[in-house]
């Protein structure tokens, strides 16, 4: 069964930063893309970052370009997110997801909430 | 960017209705990706590659479009499809989501 399991949201003070983790499981890691996405209180989804299978290449919106930072370890079978400067519009539940190629998001963990706020 | 806009944006329907969901698309995509996200849950993928069931779903559940149009049909509603559901593309960078359209039971 998939399975991936975020960690280390919480709050923390504008301009300040947080590193989220997702601990995969079920399925050959190293084998998939893997991606955040985020959602902020009763508003919709917005992708954040993909990452391809050894971590050379990742992809990010202009939102979070330059402040965010996905990267993987493959042997612990983890994703990370590294979010640095936040803002109080990055105040969302962040989800870690696998991903069909650059395509669809076929499995999703439960999500992980960061608020950021003074 | 590419902009999805899904319509409509709020609706409800009674059991055994058939509901379609549409999505506008502001350039041509390849491809459309639909989840659904129920109330309090995270979004689970419902079909891929424009057409494909996921796995899981029921056949209940099917896609269809090309270009700029695309839409997401239930072909009889049940009260479990009460959800939002979301649009998906990465044709073009960067990777967009529909604003969503939110599905109630009558």
């Known amino acids: 069964e998939v399975q991936l399991v975020e960690s280390g949201g919480g709050l923390v003070q504008p301009g300040r930063s947080l590193k989220l983790s997702c601990a995969a499981s079920?399925?050959?890691?190293?084998?998939?893309?893997m991606a955040w996405v985020r959602q902020a209180p009763k508003k919709g989804l917005e992708w954040v970052a993909t990452?391809?299978?050894?971590?050379?290449?990742?992809y990010y919106p202009d939102s979070v370009k330059g402040r965010f930072t996905i990267s993987r370890d493959n042997a612990k079978s983890s994703l990370y997110l590294q979010m640095n400067s936040l803002k109080s519009e990055d105040t969302a539940t962040y989800y870690c997801?696998?991903?069909?190629?650059?395509?669809?998001?076929?499995?999703w963990g439960q999500g992980v909430m960061v608020t950021v706020s003074s | 960017e590419i902009v999805l806009t899904q319509s409509p944006t709020t609706t409800a329907a009674s059991p055994g209705e058939k509901v379609t969901i549409t999505c506008l698309a502001s350039s041509s995509v390849s491809n459309m990706y639909w989840y659904q996200q129920k109330s309090g849950a995270s979004p689970k993928l419902l079909i891929y590659?424009?057409?494909s069931l996921a796995s899981g779903v029921p056949d209940r559940f099917s896609g269809s479009g090309s270009g700029t149009s695309y839409s997401l049909t239930i072909n009889t509603m049940e009260a479990e499809d009460a959800a939002t559901y979301y649009c998906q593309q990465w044709s073009s960078n960067p990777l967009t989501f529909g604003s969503g359209t939110k599905l109630e039971i009558k």
């Open positions: 990452i391809s299978t050894s971590g050379s290449r990742t």
């Open positions: 590659s424009t057409s």
């Open positions: 079920g399925f050959t890691f190293s084998n998939y893309y």
């Open positions: 997801a696998r991903q069909m190629y650059t395509t669809a998001l076929d499995y």
